[in-house]
Each structure stands twice: as C-alpha cells, then as structure tokens.
C-alpha cells in the first residue's frame, strides 16, 4: 500500500493520517498541492483535515480548485482509492468527487468530542478489519459537518448502500442527540459508487492509541494496509 | 478600460440557513419588529479589464460556475455596472 497525503496550506492533520498509515504498514508520504502529478504507484491518496485556506468562500472550495486535485480525479476515475477526512470529506464534496455538501452544523456551534459511529458496511476497502454494525469510537472537531444532498442523491446512497459511518451513542442508538451536526439520515461518511472513495467528517486518525484515549480508528488503516483482500 | 460588476451568491429555496436563523433570533432580541425571516448570503465586488458587457458575463457566470458559487446548494446572480 502506497499512500499519498495532500497537504493544502492550512490543513494541520497531515502528521496523525501519516503516523496512522505506517502503524498500519503503509508506505505513506506527504505530497504539495502545488504539484502536478501524483507519485508513481500511488494507491491511495488521502486528503487530511484542517482548515485549508482558512475556510474562506466555503469549506475546501479553495482547495478543491488545486493543480493537485485533477491528478486526484485523474487517479479516482482509474479506480484508485481516495480517502478525505474532516476538511478532506468537504474538499472531496468540492470537488465533485463525492456528491452533496457540508453545511454549518444544526446548533451553529464548533463540536469537538469523541463520537461513537456504526460501521454501516464492511465489505469495502476502508471497512473490511471491522464488523458489520459495529460501533466505533472516534473524535469529531468540525463546525461544518452537517452533511445535505437533495432528495434523489440521499435516496441513492441509501439505496445502494452508500452510507459508510452513522452518527450514534455510546450505545447504537441512532437519531435525535446522537446526531451532532443535523447531517441527513445521521450520515457521518459517504462512499463514491465504486466504493473507492470514501469521505468522513469524524477523524479515525485520532484514535490510534491507547494513551489517547482508544484505537477504534486503527481498523480504518489496517484495512486500507491491506486492500487488495477487497477485489476492486 | 475597466468595469465593474457584482455577484451575489445566495443559498436556494428550501436549504436550511442557520445562520440566517441566528441573525433572525438576534434582530428579534433587539425588539426589531415585522421581521418575518432572514437568508445569509454572500457578494462580491468585482473590476474587470473589459468594458464589453456580454464579455464580462460570460467571464463571471463561468467564475460562478467553478468557483464562486456550489451550485449544490447556491444561486447566483449577475449585475454589470
């Protein structure tokens, strides 16, 4: 597993995506977003959180416009993998990579706390290391996180199984304040039609390690480590 | 040689505005009265090196397109001075 990671002036999660590429055994570098080209055999390419340009105009639309993202669009329309977390989740949006967009959260307020999720597949190449319906613990620290389709777009991803991450209690229940931003149907990540794109706005690179408080997030890693048990 | 126009970029009918709901909560604490709702929006002032007006709109529609506006969520509008 090859791995690139953009870096947009702004973005600060770069360092923790890359430390939890190589505890997986990825081979993980850092890529400028400046440049052209992607390196040679790259089989993923992860876009991290952060507030590129600031936020200005919206969330990830500077970034999303960067020399760098048509090698991405170039390198997702050949099957290759892109994961964008947090700011990456909006770049990808931005970018017409994934559909829809993410709004100011429901209570106008930043949220940064830990966040159960559920594991809505785990047949994929992000998901495979973790059980079907399982519920992980992850963090979240966005303030534009409420993710919004139209109705044919949600009613697409619910149908074929698009949904990657809920938002949910410690306990799995879903709904109500479990949900912390107001994103439609509790969606806290959507996958591309192939399933080889993945965006979520709650931050698995956080929670690699036990001293800081879990290693839900590892699952996340270690299955991308290992992608090709998942035939493309 | 130069002119000027402005956007205005503003969120479509039926997507949720909390900020327009904040600022809608704010003007009806300071007892500004026969406010009925408020949308959030966004302009820009623009100066552009040409004074052909149909130039100057496909010039910006085309920068509202890529860039200013997400048409996802968002409508625009163009006025040339």
């Not at chain 1, 999660?13 to 190589?22: F, I, K, P």
Request: with cysteine.
């Amino acid at each position: 597993m090859k791995a690139a990671v953009l870096l947009f002036p702004g973005l600060n999660r770069e360092g923790d995506v890359v430390r939890a590429l190589r505890q997986a055994g990825a081979d993980a570098s850092i890529v400028w977003h400046a440049d052209h080209e992607l390196p040679a055999g790259t089989d993923l390419v992860v876009v991290p959180g952060g507030f590129s340009y600031g936020d200005y105009l919206r969330c990830g639309a500077i970034a999303a416009r960067a020399n760098i993202m048509d090698a991405v669009r170039k390198h997702a329309a050949g099957g290759g993998l892109v994961l964008g977390i947090c700011n990456g989740f909006q770049i990808l949006c931005e970018s017409g990579l994934l559909p829809g967009v993410l709004m100011r959260n429901r209570d106008l307020k930043f949220v940064c706390k830990m966040q159960h999720l559920r594991v809505e597949r785990n047949d994929t190449v992000f998901s495979h290391r973790y059980g079907k319906g399982q519920i992980i613990k992850v963090c979240i620290a966005h303030g534009e996180g409420n993710y919004v389709a139209d109705q044919p777009t949600v009613e697409r991803l619910e149908g074929e199984g698009l949904v990657a991450f809920r938002y949910t209690d410690a306990d799995g229940n879903i709904g109500g304040a479990a949900n912390p931003n107001g994103s439609i149907n509790d969606i806290a990540g959507i996958y591309s039609a192939n399933r080889r794109v993945l965006g979520m706005m709650p931050h698995p690179e956080d929670l690699i390690d036990q001293l800081v408080g879990g290693t839900d997030g590892r699952g996340l890693f270690e299955s991308l480590a290992q992608f090709e048990k998942i035939a493309a | 040689m130069t002119m000027k126009a402005r956007v205005t970029v503003t969120l479509k009918n039926g997507v949720l505005d909390p900020q327009g709901k904040a600022i809608e909560g704010a003007l009806k604490s300071l007892a500004i009265e026969g406010v009925n709702s408020v949308r959030q929006g966004k302009v820009f002032d623009v100066e552009l090196d040409t004074i052909d007006k149909s130039r100057a709109e496909s010039v910006l529609k085309d920068a509202c397109e890529k860039l200013l506006a997400n048409t996802v969520i968002e409508n625009y509008r163009i006025e040339v001075a």
